[in-house]
């Protein structure tokens, strides 16, 4: 009987060991920002250098045209 509550006693102490070699990982990988590699960086830089450009030549107010062309399509009849 005795053996018995000895093997539970170390597992429990084994399963207690893994949950916080667990934890441990958990709060390391939190701690450190995931750097994306170069590629994804790349990508997304020049997105969003599109994405300027096209506002440099299109401009914002090309962005609520549509908008207002159906509004003033409504007042003709």
């Known amino acids: 009987m005795n053996d018995t509550f000895d093997y539970a006693r170390l597992h429990q102490v084994e399963l207690d060991r893994e949950i916080d070699a667990m934890q441990i990982e958990r709060l390391v990988r939190s701690a450190t920002p ?4 170069l590629p994804t960086r ?3 830089g020049l ?3 599109l994405i300027s ?14 908008a207002a062309r ?7 009849v």
């Open 34 to 37: 995931v750097r994306q590699g």
């Open 42 to 44: 790349a990508r997304a």
């Open 47 to 49: 997105g969003r250098g």
């Open 53 to 66: 450009l096209g506002i440099a030549l299109v401009g914002r107010a090309g962005a609520t045209a549509p």
């Open 70 to 76: 159906s509004a003033g399509s409504q007042n003709r």
